[in-house]
């Protein structure tokens, strides 16, 4: 839970307006895809008000060792291809379930019973979502 508190303590850049077709958001799920993630989805948030987020990508890992090398490969894909840091990330030590916030999109790497757990898509219903390939 302490990955969602997280996304509370931080303000939404809206000088930047992302798209299902935005550089990050498919370089993102590129990065998933190649190191074997699951049930890739993106939620876009951006109709919601309350919304911590334009989007949300989510998937799943089948073990720690391959959060971890999902969860990196992502990070180290958006600094090559788009320049861009984590604003913050989290997870890295538990390995259940690894967020990395770019402000306006948020990656989600979880292990698949904390994937049901938490059931991130049914907390946000009302978005739009896209499945993505694994």
Not at 10 to 27: E, G, Q
Not at 64 to 71: D, E
Not at 75 to 92: I, L
Request: net charge positive.
């Amino acid at each position: 839970m302490e990955q969602l508190a997280v996304l509370t303590n931080r303000r939404k850049k809206s000088a930047v307006r992302l798209t299902r077709s935005s550089k990050i958001i498919k370089t993102i799920i590129a990065a998933i895809q190649e190191k074997k993630g699951r049930q890739i989805i993106s939620l876009d948030l951006r109709k919601i008000n309350e919304a911590v987020a334009d989007f949300f990508i989510i998937c799943e890992a089948g073990s720690q060792p391959q959060i971890r090398a999902i969860a990196e490969n992502v990070e180290d894909k958006v600094k090559e291809r788009c320049g861009e840091n984590p604003y913050h990330h989290e997870g890295y030590q538990n390995l259940q379930w690894v967020l990395i916030d770019y402000v306006n999109v948020v990656v989600h790497v979880m292990l698949p019973e904390n994937r049901k757990f938490y059931k991130l898509e049914e907390m946000w219903s009302d978005a739009a979502t896209e499945v993505h390939k694994d």
